[in-house]
């Protein structure tokens, strides 16, 4: 069964930075592609980026395309999301989640039929 966590957030002014991890645990992440999801208050929860099990396709939602980078390293079972010049729109609470495949060299991924999720971290953009 694997396990997802999130961490890397907080409260970070306008035009700054994070970096979002979201660690496996209970199974490798080979045969995962990754999403990350995001919900602000009163508002439905969105897709914002997936990469593949082999990592050589990604997928940026408009709305951070250009801001934000998903990037995986599986050799310490952990998925990342680079957050720049974030805006107060992007607060939220951010989630990962895990779509299995039975390859580790697809290049699919996807922000449906989710198999695992993780619990959340809480982004706060403000001055």
């Known amino acids: 069964q694997l396990q997802l966590v999130e961490s890397g957030g907080g409260l970070v002014q306008p035009g700054g930075s994070l970096r979002l991890s979201c660690a496996a645990s209970?199974?490798?992440?080979?045969?995962?592609?990754i999403s990350w999801f995001r919900q602000a208050p009163g508002k439905e929860r969105e897709g914002v980026s997936c990469?593949?099990?082999?990592?050589?396709?990604?997928n940026i939602t408009d709305s951070v395309k250009g801001r934000f980078t998903i990037s995986r390293d599986n050799s310490k079972n952990t998925v990342y999301l680079q957050m720049n010049s974030l805006k107060p729109e992007d607060t939220a609470v951010y989630y990962c989640?895990?779509?299995?495949?039975?390859?580790?060299?697809?290049?699919?991924?996807?922000?449906?039929?989710?198999?695992?999720w993780g619990k959340g971290t809480l982004v706060t953009v403000s001055s």
């Open positions: 209970g199974s490798t992440l080979d045969y995962h592609a």
């Open positions: 989640a895990a779509a299995q495949f039975y390859s580790r060299f697809s290049s699919v991924c996807r922000y449906t039929g989710m198999n695992y």
């Open positions: 990469i593949s099990t082999s990592g050589l396709n990604t």
